[in-house]
């Protein structure tokens, strides 16, 4: 059964830092993984969507990575800004289920 | 990539009563999913609504509780039957498009049950 966790729940940073965001599971048979925001009390933004045959992706600020041997994905977020605060979840995705991690709930000081 | 809409965005409910949610798609598509994320939680899958078929529920979720109804490929109903104050969630939609198997979500429905 496919278990993924995000640590740290929660995570505060000073406005300009690069900070990465971690994501790991227990199953690599995935088709893929998928990043996405969620604001406060509305709907999941897909972010990144990275194939189980590729390494990573990158989008603007953010690349996000997989590595499938270790269960490991991290999503890498450059040159931080307030606008950045939100929930980010990983969820991975085989066989027609998808499962998400509990989020890590990210914060940029101005 | 898919735009996905959501009726009503949020409402408040008493105990006891029943809550229909709309779930609109502006393409058609084969799969929707409904989840439910419960205060300070992640998404838990509830079931899966193929156009055509019934509904395939996941452990836990039944269907006299959560009857989906799946009319054509762009639509989708989601019914949260007798509430209780631990039905208070929000339920979002999503689909699965293209060869990625990428996922795409609505808004969600803020539900309160008082």
């Known amino acids: 059964k496919q278990e993924v966790t995000q640590i740290p729940a929660a995570l505060s940073v000073p406005e300009g830092e690069n900070l990465v965001l971690n994501c790991s599971f227990t199953?690599?048979?995935?088709?893929?993984l998928q990043w996405f925001r969620q604001d406060p009390g509305k709907g999941l933004t897909s972010l990144l969507l990275?194939?189980?045959?590729?390494r990573e992706q990158t989008s603007g600020r953010l690349n996000a990575s997989l590595d499938k041997s270790s269960g490991r994905s991290t999503l890498y977020i450059a040159a931080s800004q307030p606008g950045d605060s939100a929930t980010y979840l990983c969820?991975?995705?085989?066989?027609?289920?998808?499962?998400f991690g509990s989020g890590t709930r990210l914060s940029i000081r101005p | 990539s898919a735009v996905i809409s959501q009726k009503p965005s949020r409402d408040i409910c008493q105990r006891g009563t029943s809550l229909t949610i709309q779930c609109q798609v502006d393409?058609?598509?084969?799969?929707m999913f409904w989840y439910r994320q419960q205060p300070g939680q992640s998404l838990t899958l509830i079931a899966t609504?193929?156009?055509?078929?019934?509904?395939?529920?996941e452990s836990g979720f039944v269907i006299d509780k959560f009857p989906i109804s799946r009319p054509n490929l762009t639509f989708s109903t989601l019914t949260v039957s007798n509430m209780s104050p631990e039905d208070s969630s929000i339920y979002l939609c999503?689909?699965?498009?293209?060869?990625?198997?990428?996922?795409?979500f609505g808004p969600g429905t803020r539900l309160t049950v008082t």
């Open positions: 609504a193929n156009q055509g078929s019934e509904a395939t529920y």
């Open positions: 393409s058609q598509v084969t799969m």
């Open positions: 969820a991975c995705s085989s066989a027609s289920k998808i499962i």
């Open positions: 199953d690599s048979a995935i088709y893929n």
């Open positions: 999503s689909v699965e498009l293209g060869a990625r198997y990428e996922q795409y």
């Open positions: 990275i194939q189980s045959s590729q």
